[in-house]
């Protein structure tokens, strides 16, 4: 029995280890003021804010949706401008 217990360490505490150091004193310090238990994240105020606790946040396909949607209707927009000024261009020759 005495040859096991030859083998197992002494309990040690830091402070005995280090001979209790201000830096290791400091150290516990800081991390005992450190805020505990899960992290609560902050609402974005304003339209992105809510775009992005809905969509971005929940990993959701909607916003690659959005971006076909407005490239679409960019497009749109601007195909229907050129159509108009050519077709006034060709009722002017006439």
Known sequence: MSSIKSLLPPKLSV???TGGSKRFASLGEFYSKLPKGPLVEGT??????????????????MPILHVILGVGLIGYTINYQNHLTSQK???SLI
């Open 89 to 91: 261009q060709k009722a």
């Open 15 to 17: 402070a005995e280890v």
């Open 44 to 61: 974005r105020p304003g339209f992105w804010g809510r775009y992005y606790s809905k969509y971005i946040r929940t990993s959701s396909p």
